[in-house]
């Protein structure tokens, strides 16, 4: 694989079910984040990792939950998944490093919760 | 409160000239981006203003007045691919990105 992927692509859920978005990153990015994304507002952070072992919440924490056992692998979770969680969800990865520290975006998980 | 505001929509004509302004209040400022987003696709960068002044990258420039906390995008030469939305983000004081809605470019011929 090359830069940063995303599982599942789409996905539907049944309100109360637990769901857990899958992300991986080639890069050996130190820092990676989760937004989500609805229509008519900017992506929103939901949480973060400054490099592996370490997470912080963001904006829109609430029902989201997330690990950082190594480099590559930043999964989130949704304990009790909710219809006010369908959304487009993205995981990005950044480079501390690099100067600019932009973000590189997987193509992204549509959940929708009924 | 933290907040960027753009454009919801634009139309422009292939071949012209378009400008995206963004104008933020944030609890500090470390940088300012600007991400490309093709519907049903991810972000992509395209810039980043850390000083005030123009950048210019081919037919895409972006312009940062800190002062006014303004920006803009301005794309040149627009050709039908760059039918996108166009996303502002701001690097606030604790070095998290704080993003703007986005404008929707619409090219039409």
């Known amino acids: 694989i090359a830069g940063i992927t995303q599982a599942p692509t789409s996905q539907i859920l049944a309100a109360g079910r637990r769901m857990t978005l899958r992300c991986t990153q080639d890069m050996r990015h130190n820092a990676m984040y989760w937004y989500r994304q609805d229509l008519g507002l900017g992506l929103r952070l939901i949480h973060y990792?400054?490099?592996?072992?370490?997470?912080g919440k963001g904006e829109v924490p609430d029902g989201y939950s997330v690990s950082r056992a190594n480099t590559d692998d930043f999964p989130l979770t949704l304990a009790s998944a909710v219809p006010s969680q369908t959304s487009v969800y993205f995981c990005a990865s950044s480079d501390a490093s690099s100067g600019t520290d932009e973000q590189f975006f997987g193509p992204g998980t549509r959940l929708t919760v009924l | 409160g933290q907040n960027i505001d753009q454009p919801t929509e634009m139309t422009a004509t292939e071949g012209a000239i378009v400008q995206i302004n963004c104008t933020y209040q944030?609890?500090?400022?470390?940088?300012l981006f600007w991400y490309q987003q093709h519907a049903g696709e991810a972000p992509t960068f395209l810039s980043y203003n850390v000083l005030d002044g123009l950048e210019e990258k081919g037919r895409f420039s972006s312009f940062l007045s800190r002062s006014k906390g303004y920006s803009y995008l301005l794309l040149k030469e627009l050709q039908m691919k760059d039918s996108a939305s166009y996303l502002c983000a701001v690097f606030d004081s604790n070095y998290q990105l704080i993003w703007g809605a986005g404008t929707k470019l619409i090219i039409k011929p």
């Open positions: 990792s400054n490099t592996a072992g370490t997470t």
């Open positions: 944030t609890s500090g400022f470390n940088g």
